[in-house]
């Protein structure tokens, strides 16, 4: 479980964030959305202490997130970028290797798992395992990224905006995986993204964020039905939703 509680953000001119309180179950897949600038990015960051609240505290398992050791905490935590975020002198296999190894992890059991799960992303070990960045396009990259994140077995799995970089089919066929890869695995995923029509197809819950404010905090079918104020009504009222 993770939970913000009066969590805010200020810069000398700007307040980034304004007294956020969101409680997120264990196993929840939740949605942050909103435009450009709301704080989506800022929450997630957060969580493995890339930036710290100048207000409040953000709590996993009922204990501070600052309380974690730092790299304990950022190595259970999987974190998947817009930018892709490859090393590109490394193999497709080196790369997903990386936070196993930093875990510990024997070279058969990296090795083994690397190969289940580029099975699962449709990107066959075979085929692909000794092929570098340049050689896969942009939503290859991305599955392989997802593999890097989740390979660890992470209790936590941030995406900021992974697919927004990728085409129109590249980012359905990617929305469908991550939601079965998270129900298969059951990890808490954290989503952010500026797009309603992701939001409502990935989201348990989605939380809905206005200049630093969450106002509201509902499955899909409430936000739609009963949207909090105007903001809200606007931003998911323009989409066409299936």
Do not use: C
Not at 80 to 102: D, H, K, R, S, Y
Not at 190 to 214: M, N, P, S, Y
């Amino acid at each position: 479980m993770i939970e913000y509680k009066h969590v805010a953000l200020r810069y000398t001119e700007k307040d980034i964030l304004k007294d956020v309180n969101l409680r997120i179950e264990d196993g929840e897949f939740m949605v942050l959305v909103g435009p450009s600038g709301s704080g989506k990015t800022t929450m997630i960051k957060m969580i493995n202490r890339l930036l710290e609240p100048t207000d409040g505290n953000i709590y996993m398992d009922e204990k501070r997130i600052k309380d974690y050791d730092e790299r304990e905490l950022r190595l259970s935590t999987g974190y998947v970028l817009q930018a892709i975020a490859l090393f590109p002198n490394l193999t497709v296999a080196e790369n997903i290797a990386l936070i196993p190894e930093m875990k510990g992890w024997g070279k058969e059991r990296v090795a083994s798992k690397t190969v289940e799960l580029l099975e699962k992303v449709g990107l066959p070990a075979s085929d692909y395992a000794d092929r570098k960045p340049h050689e896969l396009s942009g939503g290859e990259q991305q599955r392989v990224g997802i593999v890097r994140a989740m390979i660890g077995e992470p209790k936590i799995l941030l995406m900021d905006e992974p697919f927004s970089a990728l085409d129109a089919i590249s980012r359905k066929q990617l929305q469908a995986l991550t939601k079965d890869l998270h129900k298969e695995f059951g990890m808490t995923t954290i989503f952010v993204t500026h797009d309603t029509d992701e939001a409502l197809k990935l989201g348990d819950r989605i939380a809905v964020l206005e200049e630093g404010e969450i106002v509201q905090v509902a499955d899909s079918k409430t936000i739609l039905a009963q949207p909090a104020n105007d903001f809200v009504a606007d931003l998911f009222g323009g989409a066409h939703h299936v």
